[in-house]
């Protein structure tokens, strides 16, 4: 199955991400990742743009086709990109789920954003103007809401695990 996660910066998305990944022996295709490898190479000529997207699809689709279960990471802002997370597990033949990961503390968020310390060496994270300011289009309402606010990274990746399972069984 492919497990499509969105959320804005400092929700815990990774966090949780790395969790389910770990717990379910799952590939985790993480665009962040993606992005500042592109960057680091020298050879773009402007700005990232979507590539970091497209070739998270291109690895996602190609585990999904091995059998193997994909976490993919991203903010997934807007609803084209998570239309083209749909279709790499439509074209691979695998079930697709979506977790939006959601901090409805605005302070909590916002101490979470500031306070952070980047995982991916030179990859610069969003200020909180930044992230409150970004175009975050609405879900359709088929997605599971993981909300960060009151509940710890390790709660909510057992909740989710347990929710997939079910799921699938």
């Given at each position: 199955?492919?497990?499509?996660?969105?959320?804005?910066?400092?929700?815990?998305?990774?966090?949780?991400?790395?969790?389910?990944?770990?717990?379910?022996?799952?590939?985790?295709?993480?665009?962040?990742?993606?992005?500042?490898?592109?960057?680091?190479?020298?050879?773009?000529?402007?700005?990232?743009?979507?590539?970091?997207?497209?070739?998270?699809y291109?690895?996602?689709?190609?585990?999904?086709?091995?059998?193997?279960?994909?976490?993919?990471?991203?903010?997934?802002?807007?609803?084209v990109?998570?239309?083209?997370?749909?279709?790499?597990?439509?074209?691979?033949?695998?079930?697709?789920?979506?977790?939006?990961?959601?901090c409805?503390?605005?302070?909590?968020?916002?101490?979470?954003?500031?306070?952070?310390?980047?995982?991916?060496?030179?990859?610069?994270?969003?200020s909180?103007?930044?992230?409150?300011?970004?175009?975050?289009?609405?879900?359709?309402?088929?997605?599971?809401?993981?909300?960060?606010?009151?509940?710890?990274?390790?709660d909510?990746?057992?909740?989710?695990?347990?929710?997939?399972?079910?799921?699938?069984?």
């Amino acid at each position: 199955m492919l497990v499509i996660f969105g959320g804005l910066p400092g929700s815990g998305k990774t966090t949780i991400a790395l969790l389910l990944a770990e717990r379910l022996q799952a590939v985790h295709v993480r665009v962040d990742t993606i992005e500042q490898a592109l960057r680091d190479s020298g050879m773009l000529k402007a700005e990232v743009g979507p590539a970091g997207y497209i070739a998270a699809y291109g690895v996602a689709e190609d585990n999904l086709r091995l059998g193997r279960t994909v976490i993919a990471d991203s903010v997934n802002p807007i609803q084209v990109t998570r239309d083209a997370w749909l279709q790499v597990a439509k074209r691979a033949g695998r079930r697709a789920i979506e977790v939006e990961v959601v901090c409805s503390d605005k302070a909590e968020h916002r101490r979470r954003a500031e306070t952070r310390a980047t995982d991916v060496e030179g990859l610069v994270k969003p200020s909180w103007d930044e992230i409150v300011n970004r175009t975050y289009d609405d879900w359709s309402g088929r997605q599971i809401v993981v909300d960060t606010a009151y509940k710890r990274a390790d709660d909510a990746a057992t909740e989710l695990v347990a929710l997939l399972r079910r799921d699938l069984a």
